[in-house]
């Protein structure tokens, strides 16, 4: 991608105008397009994604293994050092290959997934292996009903706003710099909130 000229562009440009992905969706996508001249969810851009969802796939499966060779803490081990190895590589990569989340290029998928790894093994080290749970809670909350949050983020609730509406006075009283963070660290309070409502409640979305 980095080296296929584009009409008009050249090769090597990563504007939204000038990119491969984006001229390859204008070509086989027209009119179809999210923004116009590009399309964050893209014909090209949707291979690297789809890499994304396998290195979900392949950590799944290895921490269901139950194979006497790795032991929770082993499996916890190497998830981290994969983890630090993919974002080694993503870097590197990137000095040819620029890191792009809206392209979804493969130095993206590696760098994001690398530090998805180390999370990930953190996580499963302290709350599956150390059996430290409590603390985890909302994590359960978003992740019952992680398909129903993300379309009502998406569409049917304006999270923003009305965290705007309910948090304003605190937010403007506060130096600029910060009011967007604290914009956003509402809008988690409230979808929390209304998470822990529908897991209460037992009501799930599920497909």
Same mark, same amino acid.
């Given at each position: 991608?980095?080296?296929?000229?584009?009409?008009?562009? #050249?090769?090597?440009?990563? &504007?939204?105008?000038? $990119?491969? *992905?984006?001229? %390859?969706?204008? /070509?086989?996508?027209?009119?179809? =397009?999210?923004?116009?001249?590009?399309?964050?969810?893209?014909?090209?851009?949707?291979?690297?994604?789809?890499?994304?969802?396998?290195? #979900?796939?392949?950590?799944? &499966?290895?921490?269901? $293994?139950? *194979?006497?060779? %790795?032991?929770? /803490?082993?499996?916890?081990?190497? =998830?981290?050092?994969?983890?630090?190895?993919?974002?080694?590589?993503?870097?590197?990569?990137?000095?040819?290959?620029?890191?792009?989340?809206?392209?979804?290029?493969? &130095?993206?998928?590696?760098?994001?997934?690398?530090?998805?790894?180390?999370?990930?093994?953190?996580?499963?080290?302290?709350?599956?292996?150390?059996?430290?749970?409590?603390?985890?809670?909302?994590?359960?909350?978003?992740?019952?009903?992680?398909?129903?949050?993300?379309?009502?983020?998406?569409?049917?609730?304006?999270?923003?706003?009305?965290?705007?509406?309910?948090?304003?006075?605190?937010?403007?009283?506060?130096?600029?710099?910060?009011?967007?963070?604290?914009?956003?660290?509402?809008?988690?309070?409230?979808?929390?909130?209304?998470?822990?409502?529908?897991?209460?409640?037992?009501?799930?979305?599920?497909?």
């Amino acid at each position: 991608m980095n080296y296929f000229p584009v009409p008009n562009f #050249g090769a090597g440009v990563f &504007t939204p105008e000038g $990119s491969l *992905s984006s001229y %390859f969706d204008r /070509q086989f996508l027209p009119g179809k =397009l999210h923004r116009v001249i590009y399309d964050p969810e893209g014909l090209l851009s949707t291979i690297p994604a789809i890499c994304t969802a396998m290195l #979900g796939i392949f950590t799944g &499966t290895f921490l269901k $293994s139950t *194979s006497p060779n %790795f032991s929770p /803490q082993k499996k916890a081990i190497v =998830l981290f050092f994969v983890g630090i190895l993919n974002i080694y590589v993503g870097l590197a990569w990137s000095l040819i290959f620029p890191i792009n989340k809206t392209m979804w290029t493969s &130095t993206f998928v590696l760098f994001s997934g690398g530090w998805s790894l180390i999370l990930l093994a953190v996580f499963y080290y302290v709350i599956d292996v150390k059996n430290i749970k409590k603390w985890s809670l909302p994590f359960i909350w978003i992740g019952t009903n992680s398909i129903l949050i993300y379309v009502c983020a998406h569409g049917l609730i304006n999270f923003e706003s009305t965290a705007q509406f309910l948090f304003g006075g605190i937010i403007n009283a506060i130096p600029t710099i910060w009011q967007q963070a604290c914009l956003w660290i509402g809008v988690l309070i409230i979808q929390l909130f209304l998470l822990r409502f529908l897991y209460e409640k037992k009501w799930f979305l599920k497909i």
